[in-house]
């Protein structure tokens, strides 16, 4: 059995696996083509953070491919009265086939990987979001082909998206520009990369842009981290992406923002709205490689 807690829970191989049957289920998809491999499967999703795109993309998914899903959250749940997170593992997994977790911090997910009979995604933690980086990959490869070897620019907040991407980088083979302010870097050992080739960190967001074959941010403030929300405001203010950022980029480079996006803060709305940003197949993305991921975990290797 296998979870996708960390984006390197797959290797290469299996990446590769995943984005041609998210090729194929989404050319299914927008050919109104039956698929339901996951009939009589039931997927469990749990909230403790606000969602748009995840909740979306997963129950449409699973209802997609012929299952069914059951939608809770900490204050409607047991979870909020502190019933232990192992022993709802344990009840959650002896009903469902497959349980997705969005939480605070990771080692919780971790906790109710290993109380689970069943395969566990992450649906996104303080630490990580390997599904959007599963979307983001996908949607490079859609519209540039190949990632390896490519330069991908990441400007602003060392986060989750940013931990991914390094994770991402390491595992498939491409570099990623990092430039943060001044106390929101990157950690290395919470990102969980070895191979310090795989990143290089730039004071200046305009160097990181450099030559860039993809442009990407996120929010200045992650969830759960409200409470810095002012003194962020002033940190990141230089950390926004506009059009002199994208003009120091490959003249075809793309930009992506896993969304829900503040225009005016991370990012102008000349770029977001402009010919470069793909945000829009990144977010429907999310739903199709999803679904390949699904389908594995659940059925292993379809071909
Ligand atoms: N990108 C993303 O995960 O969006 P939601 O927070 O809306 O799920
Ligand atoms: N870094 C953001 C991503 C939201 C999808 C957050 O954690 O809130």
Known sequence: MKHFLQ????????HAHLFERARVVKARFKNYEKYQPLADRTLAMI????????????????????GSV???????????????IEDTARVISRM???????TF????LERFAAHSRVPVINGLTNEYHPCQILADVFTFIEHRGSIAGKVVAWVGDGNNMANTWLQAAETLGFTVHVSTPEGYQVQPDV?????????????????ACRGAHLVTTDVWTSMGYEAENEERRKAFVDWCV???????????????????AHRGEEVTAEVIDGPQSVVWDEAENRMHVQKALMEYLLLGRVE
């Open 47 to 66: 909230f403790e953070k606000a969602s748009t795109r995840t909740r979306v993309s997963f129950e449409a998914g699973m209802y997609q491919l012929g």
């Open 242 to 260: 506009d059009e002199d950022m994208m003009a120091l980029a490959q003249p075809d480079a793309l930009f992506m923002h896993c969304l829900p």
């Open 70 to 84: 059951v939608h809770l959250t900490s204050e409607g749940s047991q979870l909020g009265r502190a019933e232990p």
């Open 96 to 102: 469902c086939d497959l349980v997705m977790i969005r």
């Open 7 to 14: 984006f390197n829970d797959l290797d290469a191989e299996e």
């Open 105 to 108: 911090e990771h080692a919780k």
């Open 191 to 207: 990102a969980g990369v070895r191979d310090a080739g795989c990143w290089k960190v730039f004071d200046h967001p305009m160097d």
